[in-house]
């Protein structure tokens, strides 16, 4: 793999245990850098809003509300001491689900940083439905009124490192018309 860039992108992987080491300020602060460097649609950043949770009894609350309807009992945080909910305006001003797919601009900005750093980080909505359920908690996790959580970004250190680079798999889903 060529650059610093698209060797970050090919190490990024799905975290699914995480120490309970907290990632530091700094490291926190270039990931959220990098989100915000994200493209979003009209450049509308009023739009979104990203909360930083590392408090561990809110995120046990919204851990056990997540995993409400989950096949197996179990964190759907893995165990991550920081959680980055993106939240869009309901009524986003944009066709084609803009809300969403500015979400998941600035999650995938923020995977790549972390990977970049050494983090782990895991791309979430499997908690949505539980999360969302709970008006309360919602309140309570900071989600401005008018606003829904479209995805998460679980962060901290994975319990194993895996430095692989991804290869070429998916080469079928690519049509080419010259
Ligand atoms: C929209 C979206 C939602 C996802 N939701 C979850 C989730 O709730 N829990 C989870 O463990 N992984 C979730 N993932 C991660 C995918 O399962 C993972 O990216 C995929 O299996 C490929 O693995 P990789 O990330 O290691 O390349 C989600 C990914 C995306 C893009």
């Not at 790549?112 to 539980?130: C, K, M, Q, V």
Request: one cysteine or more; proline letters at 4%.
């Amino acid at each position: 793999m060529d650059t610093e860039t698209i060797k970050a992108i090919a190490r990024r992987k799905t975290t699914r245990k995480y120490l309970q080491r907290q990632i530091t300020q700094s490291e926190l602060e270039t990931i959220l850098f990098a989100g915000c460097a994200a493209p979003v649609a009209g450049n509308d950043w009023h739009t979104m809003q990203l909360v930083v949770i590392q408090n561990k009894e809110l995120l046990s609350r919204i851990s056990k509300a997540g995993s409400i309807g989950r096949k197996k009992a179990s964190d759907p945080f893995y165990g991550a001491p920081t959680l980055v909910l993106i939240a869009s305006e309901i009524y986003c001003p944009y066709p084609f689900h803009a809300g969403q797919q500015n979400a998941a601009c600035i999650g995938e900005n923020m995977c790549i940083a972390a990977t970049d750093l050494g983090a782990g980080s895991t791309y979430l909505t499997g908690f949505l439905p539980g999360f969302e359920a709970d008006s309360e908690l919602v309140k309570d996790a900071g989600v401005r009124e008018g606003f829904k959580t479209m995805a998460a970004i679980a962060l901290g250190y994975p319990e194993v490192a895996d430095e692989s680079e991804k290869k070429m798999d998916h080469q079928e889903i690519i049509t080419f018309i010259r």
